[in-house]
């Protein structure tokens, strides 16, 4: 029987992405979950300053040993300044 | 002249009241149509679809969208469908509606579709029940495509997707999900009909612009690609786009495809 694996943050991640999708007060899929030590890096971008404030909360109850380092984006629905002409 | 303006992915929720109606009031005047190519709302709850209805009611040119992942989460797309439908919206699976502008004929043919990957990474509709049914989604999907593609007999058609027909719009994100993201079976059914536009959204982190191999423009509108609350295009002309010459399905060996 070989070591055990010292670093299993993959497994971690996916479950982190997992809680986001399924959090009540998330349901994002596609934000980015990355995992530095006891730090959790978010990044991508949520639809609302509440769901960003969410998923932070979210990722801090599931793992409050670590740190949480919110580099989300809130969508901006700026009005379009070009228009694509096609054939 | 035909002006569309087109979104897709903005997950609306409750938490969203306000934040896109300021930034629509100028779209009447910028397009003649607004197409949404799925996940209208956060978790397919109808209350959500309530409040988009509302961000949306200042927008006074008619509105076509398609249903996307994130508007089935919670089994309810018929609700979330009568919220849309009792505002005007017109949501389209598998089915088509066309529209005089300017004298010009243009039809929109809208499936939500579903996944299955790309030539060279594809999944079959082999083995286990699951595995079929997952394919075979896709399959029915793309022949309803077709056959709604098929339906209209205007100038410009466009077909709107939530799920990618290519791999070229999905540029960004991790190939290994590409599967989940979209299907060449949308593409090679808009190719055997021929199309002048297809939108689509669902791949937040992909790219915006790409093509079918028949030469059809293809869009990823996900809010979070395009970075703004719409895509403005426009077809200055009236050339419709020939359709290029495809082996029929029945015609591959080991191919089921029920296109009609």
Redesign the interface.
Known sequence: MGDRPKDLNPYLIEHVRDALAHD?RV????V?VEIDGETVVLS??V?????QEAAADAVRDLLPNHHVRDETEV????????????? | MIRIAAMADVHFGTDAVGTLRPHLVRLAEQADLLLIAGDLTRVGDPAEATILVDELRDVRVPIVAVLGNHDYHTDRPAAVTNVLAGAGITVLEGNSISFDINGIRVGVAGVKGFGGGFPGATASDFGEPEMRAFVGHTKERAAHLESALRSLECDRRIALLHYAPVPETLQGEPVGIYPFLGSYLLAEAIDRVGADLVLHGHAHHGSEQGVTEGGVPVRNVAQPVLRRAYALFCFDGTDNRVPVELPSPPELAGWRYNAH
């Open positions: 009540p349901g994002e899929l596609d980015v991508g971008t639809a609302t300053a509440d769901r969508a901006d629905f700026v009005e379009p300044t070009e228009v694509e002409h096609l054939p």
